[in-house]
């Protein structure tokens, strides 16, 4: 991927280069060229905005659309979108692109109506094991919002508060009090209940308002051990709100509330075992977000609370030895490992604390090399493949610094590994950036992608089918990109 960042090249071998990568039978290999794609916008964008057009006009075979081919279209569209929401000249010519596949594709009426493959197809590439923004938690509620209507029914209205300029602050604390009491709050409601309690939550914080970061805290403290994702999820609240405060050049968010996410990340881990579910378990959590948050917020990548919980998961007693070996992945040292891959990768290609702070873990990893079982020497050499690849002369700088036993244990290792990407790893996580614009859009804004949100919100509450459901999703997402 050097020649994409690289002035030694003539463009046009450049543009050919990522288009060869990006169009390749090899999903990973076209991963790779939808990293190449992001990376030659930033250093270059007139030549990565060429890459951009020629991808959309591969798009299109005689006016249809081609599905091999507009994978790596999408997929580097999307990431860029998601990326630089704020970036009105990207998002200006990223609109102009679009549409102009939308007016020159035949049959685009009938090709709405196979949105919804399209649609699962893209959330199967979601990385299933920590994020629950999956295609099977969309299914779980679709069967269980014909059983839960009056809970659908007070969601529906919370969405209008999304908009900080509707509603009296007392009637949002009076519909949350009633949704979160202990008597009527269920963990299988989980996953709709948190989309909806934390765009209230957060849009509402970056429009001012304060009150709510004592309210979402609260929140948190009230039903914590209930082993639900609202539970665990205030950390991520707190990385949104960061990130939304960034783009908005305000103040950043003061010490105490570093010191109530790294008290939400220590009950997640300790007392949750850093595990949370909904209609099914999942591993890593808060934790993903949480880390980014704390370094950010601290300024440094060395972070005290991410050694303590490693130096903890080796402590043989505290292991969870109560688990299967085919649960092997649930104990704390392969989540923390987890934790770091995600960290690294899904965050870490676009965010440069998180990729730091990554290396600082797999460093605090490196203190207990001896104490590496077969399954910690495979992922170990599964996470630092895969940062080879995208990283490489980091990786390089890391090996340099290790002991020379450990650095050729590790690269034995390495070489008998061939991790799997795919371009849903590489959008993950991005969309963070896109959801902290749209939540710190103006009060009162119409027509923006916050009201697109709410809309899609609203049916998903509903007990509308999941076809229609997914095809208003991309639906949306078309619309606000064309």
């Known amino acids: 991927m050097a020649i994409t ?48 057009k020629a991808l959309a006009g591969k798009a299109l075979w005689h006016g249809f659309v081609c599905p091999s081919r507009l994978e790596p279209f999408a997929g580097s569209a999307l990431g860029l979108f998601f990326e630089g929401t704020n970036n009105e000249r990207l998002c200006a010519d990223l609109h102009k692109i679009t549409g102009n596949i939308i007016t020159k594709a035949r049959g685009v009426k009938i090709a709405k109506w196979l949105l919804p493959p399209v649609a699962s197809a893209f959330l199967a ?97 009230a039903i914590k051990d209930t082993g639900s994702v609202v539970g665990q999820d205030f950390a991520f609240e707190m990385r949104i709100i960061q990130l939304g405060l960034q783009q908005m050049g305000r103040t950043p968010l003061d010490d105490m509330w570093t010191s109530r996410a790294e008290e939400t990340l220590r009950h997640f881990f300790f007392q949750q075992k850093a595990r949370f579910r909904i209609s099914q378990e999942y591993i890593c959590g808060v ?48 989540i923390l490992l987890r934790v770091i891959e995600v960290d690294a990768i899904e965050y870490g290609t676009y965010d440069a604390p998180a990729r730091g702070l990554a290396f600082f873990g797999l460093k605090c990893f490196l ?40 650095s050729s244990q590790l690269q034995l290792h390495m070489n008998q590994v061939w991790p799997k990407e795919n371009i849903g790893s590489l959008l993950s996580m991005r969309t963070e950036m896109f959801y902290a614009a749209l939540l710190s859009e103006p009060p009162g804004k119409k027509d923006g992608f916050r009201s697109q949100w709410q809309g899609f919100l609203r049916i998903l509450t ?16 078309m619309d606000a990109i064309s």
């Open 125 to 221: 590439k979601v990385p299933d094991d920590y994020n629950p923004m999956n295609l099977a938690e969309i299914k779980f509620w679709k069967k269980r919002s014909k059983q839960q209507k009056g809970l659908a029914d007070k969601l529906t209205k919370c969405i209008d508060y999304m908009d900080p300029a509707v509603g009296r602050d007392e009637d949002v604390l009076e519909t949350f009090d009633d949704i979160f009491h202990p008597n009527s709050f269920s963990v299988e409601d989980g996953f709709i209940t948190n989309l909806v309690f934390q765009g209230v939550m957060i849009s509402r914080i970056l429009a001012g308002k304060e009150l709510f970061l004592d309210v979402a805290y609260k929140y948190w403290d």
């Open 5 to 52: 960042i690289s002035d030694r090249f003539p463009q046009d071998t450049v543009v050919e280069c990522i288009l060869f990568v990006c169009c390749h039978p090899n999903p990973n290999v076209r991963t790779f060229g939808v990293l190449s794609v992001f990376r030659i916008v930033r250093a270059n964008y007139d030549v990565g905005l060429r890459v951009v």
């Open 462 to 477: 509903s007990d509308t089918g999941l076809a229609s459901t997914l095809r208003d999703l991309i639906g949306r997402v």
């Open 367 to 406: 203190d207990y090399i001896d104490k590496f079982d077969d399954f910690m020497w495979e992922r170990m050499a599964t996470v630092l493949s895969r940062m080879q690849t995208y990283f490489p002369g980091e990786v390089t700088q890391f090996f340099k610094g290790l002991p020379v036993d450990s």
């Open 287 to 334: 934790l993903v977000a949480g880390f980014p948050f704390l370094a950010r917020q601290k300024g440094s990548v060395e972070l005290k609370l991410l050694k303590e919980f490693i130096d903890h998961a080796f402590d043989t007693e505290k292991q969870g030895n109560d688990l299967t070996a085919s649960e092997r992945h649930k104990r704390l040292d392969a």
